[in-house]
């Protein structure tokens, strides 16, 4: 392809993917670094990532939207968790408001990415619109694009599927024409889609059944913080936005670390809070106690206990049991028991593409990914001037996304003022011990099996799931730390 190329433009950073990490970066580079020339380059239509390509009923944010929001432009009201489309507008919004949108190429799709050192700089590949070959060169290059497979989800497949008289859809897809009204709606997953879903399709299906192999920890949360909304009326905007998020930020912290410490304690008060929405005769023990220990995967959120209130008000059940087959109405559990269903929705995950499925090159040597160490959570070992926004797992994505922004621009600074021309972060102990980078037992996880980095036993390799952590590592530590290399030209 790049042998084809039509085109050629050159900026000093180029940003890959228009969503929340992209805008990040971008409004970053405009305040901290006003002299460098950027651009973003999105392989979709539309701003917001994620949010631009979730539209499932129900889609909304698992985090509170104080901390999911940008720093730069606060969330504003007493709404904490809010819908997929609110979440589009409000990135669309604040791109718009910063004049980021003008620097937005959309349907322009990187394929691939190739460092020189003798030029010190990417080249990078573009699959434009209507198949067009463009190249596009920088000094820097930052991954906004997530971590998962936007083209396809998880889909596993089952005996009989080809006997099943009804529709089988995907939320990752979903069908805008797409008509469950008054139909039996079976969902199969257990994780943060499947407990969106269900509540939204029980308002006007005939009933929804969760099915799931088994349980996920999900905890009720207020859709509404009655707190920011008394600090919103009392303080000055910037007080109340920082006091807001902090409060977030440390209760996360909080929560997350007691529950590695005292996990017993922590499953039995959930446990005990679910039984409270459903009373003493659910079978909580069976339909919502995990065999793993909270937050070894991520906790589902329920604004307002939705899902409780459904299960309450006979609109959803819950079952927990395997899949023998689809048959032609339904689905037969392994217990013998069979589901009827109109519609069956498969909420079973996410397939992991790190870099945006973006083939990575240096100096003429293909990069394998797994094979490299994460430094700071947010550089490869061994690459030169490149940056990927990886949120955390046990809280808002844009936290660390907003940390690794501010960092980079720390990095440019540095170099323009020393006259260097790369960065890399380089691995001179090659017998540290490599550990898993994300330490989740998540699915979705365990799939990604060889496709992400690593990380060490210490700093700065090691990846903190711990927003003070990286604060400190990431913006009140000097840039020279001994581990990242500097070089100038030639």
Sequence with gaps: MSDGAKSSEHRDVLIVGAGISGIDAA?????????????????????????????????????????????????????????????????????????????????????????????????????AEGGEARRFTCAFLFLGSGYYDYAEGYRPTWPGEADYGGRIVHPQHWPEELDYRAKKVVVIGSGATAVTLVPALAEQAAHVTMLQRSPTYIVSRPSRDGLARRLQKRLPAGVAASAIRWKNVLLGIFFFSRARRRPDRVKAAILKLVGDELGPDYDVARHFSPAYNPWDQRLCLVPDGDLFAAIRAGTVSIATDGIERFTATGIRL????????????TATGLNVRLLGGIDLVVDGEPVNVADRLSYKGMMLSGVPNLALAFGYTNASWTLKCDLTSRYVCRLLRHMDLHGYVWCVPRLDDAEVERQPMLDFSSSYVRRAGGSLPSQGPKAPWRVHQNYLKDLAALSLRPVTDGTMKFGRAG
């Design 27 to 127: 409004w970053h580079l405009q305040r901290r670094c006003p002299d460098k020339s950027w651009l973003i380059l999105e392989a979709r239509d539309g701003i917001g990532g994620t949010w631009d390509l979730f539209r499932y009923p129900g889609v909304r944010s698992d985090s509170d939207m104080y901390t999911l929001g940008f720093p730069f432009r606060p969330w504003k009201g007493d709404r904490s968790i809010v819908d997929g489309d609110a979440i589009r507008e409000y990135v669309e919004e604040t791109a718009r408001a910063f004049g980021i949108d003008r620097n937005i190429r959309f349907r322009h799709k990187v394929i691939r990415a190739a460092w020189s050192s003798a030029e010190a700089r990417w080249t990078l590949d573009i699959e």
């Design 334 to 345: 392994a217990s013998g028991t069979e589901l009827e269903a109109d519609l069956v929705v």
